[in-house]
């Protein structure tokens, strides 16, 4: 249940949500990204539109995947 709430979030939602399960802060993402921190905000803005590379390096960094898997297989992913 919680898997399937979860992959429903906006996708700059669930890179704040691991970045900050990772215990790291924007500044400290930024600094492993080689990047300013206001890049980090925009990515994790649901006011922004992320470049898709901007999020699968920042997804990297909080060694995380980003997967595109379809509706009909969410259910069976979200009960393993």
Same mark, same amino acid.
């Given at each position: $249940? !919680? @898997?399937? &709430?979860?992959? $429903?979030? +906006? &996708? +700059? @939602?669930?890179?704040?949500?691991?970045?900050? %399960? %990772?215990?790291?802060?924007?500044?400290? /993402?930024?600094?492993? &990204?080689?990047?300013?921190? +206001? !890049?980090?905000? *925009?990515?994790?803005?649901? *006011? !922004? #539109?992320?470049?898709?590379?901007?999020?699968? *390096?920042?997804?990297?960094?909080? *060694?995380? !995947?980003? &997967?595109?898997? +379809? #509706? $009909?297989? /969410?259910?069976?992913?979200?009960?393993?």
């Amino acid at each position: $249940e !919680h @898997t399937k &709430l979860f992959a $429903e979030l +906006p &996708l +700059p @939602t669930q890179l704040a949500i691991m970045r900050r %399960r %990772r215990k790291l802060s924007q500044r400290a /993402l930024a600094k492993k &990204l080689k990047v300013l921190q +206001p !890049h980090v905000a *925009r990515t994790e803005s649901t *006011r !922004h #539109d992320p470049r898709i590379s901007s999020v699968v *390096r920042a997804a990297k960094a909080v *060694r995380c !995947h980003v &997967l595109l898997v +379809p #509706d $009909e297989e /969410l259910e069976r992913i979200a009960v393993a």
